[in-house]
């Protein structure tokens, strides 16, 4: 069946600008995760969702960050007034239950110029 | 930090070799898993080992957990030009995900 799905694969936005990336995760997957990976480094965690709810949103690094999930399906993550240093890819991950294994979109590269 | 860290950051080795690649972590888990990583694409789940199993196989690859020790080792057998990738662990507590930095693999044909 079809994988993540991660729109778009690139984007190029000016600072001060805002962004929405989206993600469609497999169907049937409640949990679904947004991270963030800077050019040769690590994961960092932003966002999970269960269902539509979003019981750890520790990882938002400042009130420009939102996301949202409807239908227990689609998610947007939304950067508000976007700065240099949100530059970065932002990969969405899904998973049948919360610590089952996580299937990957290809990520958005957002560049902030 | 609660993530796990991998140890080399990168490893560099012939066709043929096995490489090996060490999580070291410092919370509870549930289980912990390896993931791939090939240049611009997401991560690829490769393995699973659960918090009350030692050594899981599959494949080429090998996985061992000691939790007394907080590590893990993937080892790869045989390596091949495909399997050049950045290779991540994730320690797992409940819904809680934590990855580390890396290993950065290049197997040289």
């Known amino acids: 069946g079809a994988g993540v799905s991660q729109s778009p694969s690139n984007k190029v936005t000016e600072k001060g600008k805002d962004v929405e990336l989206r993600c469609d995760p497999i169907s049937g997957h409640t949990a679904l995760y947004w991270y963030r990976q800077s050019l040769g480094q690590g994961l960092e965690f932003l966002i999970y969702f269960q269902g539509n709810s979003a019981p750890d949103k520790s990882g938002l690094p400042s009130d420009r960050f939102s996301a949202e999930r409807t239908g227990g399906s689609v998610s947007t993550l939304t950067i508000q007034r976007t700065q240099q240093e949100d530059s970065a890819v932002y990969l969405c991950?899904?998973?049948?239950?919360?610590?089952?294994?996580?299937?990957f979109g290809n990520g958005t590269r957002l560049t902030v110029t | 930090s609660q993530q796990g860290e991998e140890d080399p950051q990168a490893l560099s080795i012939q066709e043929g070799e096995n490489a090996t690649m060490n999580c070291s972590y410092k919370t509870s888990i549930n289980n912990l898993q390896w993931y791939r990583q090939n240049s611009g694409r997401g991560l690829v789940h490769l393995i699973l080992?659960?918090?009350?199993?030692r050594e899981k196989h599959s494949g080429r690859l090998r996985v061992t957990l000691d939790t007394s020790k907080k590590s893990s080792s993937l080892l790869i057998t045989a390596s091949r030009a495909a399997d050049t990738a950045s290779y991540f662990c994730a320690t797992v507590n409940f819904n809680k995900f934590y990855f580390g930095s890396g290993t950065k693999l290049n197997v040289k044909p």
């Open positions: 991950a899904s998973s049948l239950a919360s610590d089952s294994p996580l299937h």
């Open positions: 080992i659960r918090s009350n199993e």
